[in-house]
């Protein structure tokens, strides 16, 4: 290049002059950035940093240092048109989703797509061949692959090719923002564990408080003291903010105190693209499902291999029944820090054991217990809790007032020592036991499962759980009130559901009653190899696809509605759980190999998952989900061809011919594109989120008429084409 233009390109960059560092930034669009290192994507952390280009293609992107190309990849998802810059001083540096390479770069493509015969390449050059300067214009930013907006993303990674953070070393932005944490999270990691009475998670809200100390660090609190027996772990909801942004980023580091000694530290410098997997040991899938937030894990879990995770942080928490000081810090990666203080309690508290008298409506406590409390709701779980009226007698005695309908239930607890009991519920008038309706529901864990019943009204009676096994044997488990609604069997084995055939929930009212429900199911061991038959469809493990032992299973899902646009081969089927990750992708299968292909329910719509490699019908699935085998003829729909048939041109008017290729059925199959012009290949790029499939022209065009063909497919074979001709003048 020039000497002009790089000093060109060097002076364009030096205008960004809150940034330090001794890399250049990698590009002229901003230094505005929407993405950090460390950051959940799917199934994998973010490796880089992605640079926001405000909806803007063809930016220039910059060498950042001196050094040569090892390596350009175009796929049509991932990181789209990529570009790896090896560094003199050992690191290499990854720029991705480019709209096109250099001059220079772009002839060096057509040639080795010509020889692979393939839009999609991925070609690797020697020290010697490609050298660059730094300030060297090597592409343009846009939006290929895997994307849902125009952005450059950006990685360092070092000579042994792991991805290191770009801002702890390489570059600084203006930023005086702090990290913000909006909740905690207690969870039971053995079915020995209770967090304030209950065998479940316990999320609570932090509050923020500001003090005005010499270290100026920002406080959120817990109102609450948390009690808790037996083994257990803390995640914590947290994200950061950066200055004149108005993305949530990852925050940089977490360390959690007890008592002022340090049980666990995470920090996201570095990682190895083979730890990729751990994602949702460092994240809490659970809860990332339920709430759509990211809780960070802060106790080892089948991930003390993880390079952000310091070695000496703790596997699960058992606490003594003093009270303990927690402390969370936070920072950011620049140095903006927020603490987390609450008190944790190794003890319990139980509601005091009261007898009740339906027909005066009075409460009878064993013993005198100043601290309790009263509130009354309807039957149905999402309720507005008020206070009832009552007469106390001989300190022990609660005479209640009638209340009026629908609030019909009555809730008490006690405090103690900052402490908290789990409620009792009492139905205040008898409840038709014919009327009890409800649904089961299993909740697996990391190590453990629960099997609740969740009445749609509440019914003020004890339950217990009847499991039945294929060999006729039966086992009682008894079950309490997790909530209003809920009745739960507390954390069981998740051996316990080996060869089950049904569960029952048996009332003790009168007459009896007894709701009960099939289970297709089985128990799948971590590192061993299994295979098991759900309706006409098998699941099949490896020895590396389980975290834990989990049991997976299944019920036939009617109540979601297939349009008709697809034939149905099989019924749909829901696989679970969906509320935990599998280490690496299980096999579906189904034996059906002649027609249709497998799809997955996702936000309503079906989505086309087949392994397009396999000829029987196999999907690689990463968590339990609701799935069918769906067949449909529908051909993709090519329009807004340009240039358009039918029209005349100046020569200089074309460089890029493209149209959009919408196919909402199975989707489009992005290796299955032909486009000829005047009967020669052109290799093309297709943008998924725009529907876009354009390729480059360079001297393909001839004066006078030219042809232009099209040909497409979707992923189950369904072609649309079309043909014509423009003119050029």
């Not at 990854?94 to 390449?121: T, V």
Request: hydrophobic letters at 35%; proline letters at 3%; a positive charge.
């Amino acid at each position: 290049m020039k000497i002009k233009s790089i000093f060109i390109a060097i002076a364009t960059i030096m205008i960004f002059n809150d940034l330090y560092s001794e890399y250049l930034w990698p590009t002229n669009t901003s230094n505005s950035i929407t993405t950090l290192f460390g950051e959940r994507r799917s199934r994998r952390f973010h490796a880089g940093i992605d640079v926001r280009t405000f909806g803007n293609i063809g930016d220039k992107i910059f060498a950042v240092e001196s050094g040569y190309i090892s390596r350009v990849k175009i796929t049509s998802d991932g990181y789209g048109k990529a570009l790896y810059l090896k560094l003199n001083d050992g690191n290499t540096i990854l720029y991705a989703h480019l709209d096109r390479y250099n001059d220079f770069i772009e002839s060096l493509i057509i040639k080795y797509q010509r020889e692979n015969d393939s839009s999609f390449i991925d070609q690797h050059f020697s020290k010697d061949q490609y050298k660059v300067n730094q300030g060297d214009i090597i592409g343009y930013c846009g939006d290929t692959g895997s994307l849902s907006g125009p952005h450059l993303h950006f990685e360092i990674r070092d000579e042994n090719n792991n991805p290191i953070n770009p801002l702890k070393k390489y570059y600084t932005l203006e930023d005086t923002l702090k990290p913000i944490a909006e909740s905690i999270a207690f969870l039971p990691l053995d079915k020995n564990c209770y967090i304030n009475g209950k065998q479940d998670y316990e999320v609570i809200d932090l509050k923020p408080l500001k003090y005005n100390d010499i270290s100026n660090v920002y406080k959120y609190f817990m109102q609450d003291t948390v009690s808790i027996l037996g083994n257990f772990g803390i995640a914590i909801d947290t994200y950061d903010k950066i200055n004149n942004s108005p993305f949530k980023f990852g925050v940089y580091k977490i360390e959690m105190l007890i008592d002022n000694k340090k049980v666990y530290d995470i920090s996201f410098d570095n990682y190895s693209f083979n730890q990729d997997h751990l994602i949702y040991r460092e994240l809490d899938y659970h809860l990332l499902n339920k709430y759509n937030k990211n809780y960070h894990r802060l106790f080892i879990n089948h991930n003390e291999d993880l390079n952000f995770i310091s070695n000496t942080s703790n596997y699960g928490l058992n606490l003594d029944k003093k009270f303990h000081n927690l402390i969370i810090n936070i920072s950011d990666n620049f140095n903006n820090k927020i603490q987390v203080q609450g008190i944790i309690k190794g003890d319990i508290i139980r509601s005091p054991q009261a007898t009740f008298n339906e027909k005066d409506l009075s409460l009878e406590l064993l013993k005198t217990d100043k601290n309790i409390e009263f509130k009354l709701s309807t039957r149905y779980e999402k309720s507005r809790e008020i206070p009832i009226t009552y007469s106390l007698f001989d300190s022990t005695i609660y005479k209640f007032d009638k209340p009026e309908k629908p609030y019909e239930v009555l809730s008490y607890y006690t405090k103690k020592d900052g402490l908290k009991s789990h409620p009792i519920y009492i139905s205040l008038h008898p409840y038709d036991p014919f009327k009890i309706t409800g649904q089961f529901q299993l909740q697996h864990f990391d190590n453990n499962i629960l099997i609740n019943f969740i009445e749609n009204e509440f019914s003020g009676y004890n339950a217990e759980l009847l499991i039945e096994y294929n060999n006729k044997s039966n086992k009682k488990i008894e079950m309490y009130r997790l909530k209003k609604n809920t009745l739960s069997t507390r954390l069981v084995n998740i051996e316990l559901l080996e060869n089950i055939n049904k569960i029952s929930v048996k009332y003790f009212s009168s007459p009896e009653i007894i709701y009960s429900e099939p289970i297709n199911g089985a128990v799948f061991y971590r590192n061993k190899n299994k295979k098991n038959i759900f309706s006409n469809y098998s699941i099949s493990v490896d020895k590396s696809s389980l975290y834990n032992d989990t049991f997976i299973w299944s019920s036939m899902n009617d109540k979601y509605k297939i349009q008709k646009k697809y034939t149905i081969i099989s019924k749909a089927i829901k696989i679970s759980p969906d509320n935990i990750p599998f280490k690496n992708k299980v096999l579906l299968s189904h034996p059906n190999d002649k027609k249709g292909a497998i799809f997955q329910l996702i936000k309503d719509k079906w989505v086309y998952i087949q392994n397009s490699n396999s000829k029987n019908l196999n999907a690689y699935i990463t968590t339990g989900g609701t799935f069918a085998i769906l067949d449909e003829n529908i051909k993709p729909n090519i329009s807004n061809v340009f240039p358009n048939f039918n029209s005349k041109y100046k020569i200089n008017d074309i460089n890029i011919i493209s149209f959009n290729l919408i196919d909402n059925e199975s989707g489009v199959n992005d290796q299955k594109i032909e486009i000829n012009l005047n009967g020669k290949k052109l290799y093309y790029d297709y943008i998924k989120y725009r529907d876009l499939v354009a390729a480059r022209v360079k001297n393909e065009l001839i004066n006078g008429k030219n042809h232009l063909s099209i040909k497409c497919l979707d992923n189950l074979g369904n072609i649309s084409q079309i043909e014509g001709q423009f003119t050029i003048e």
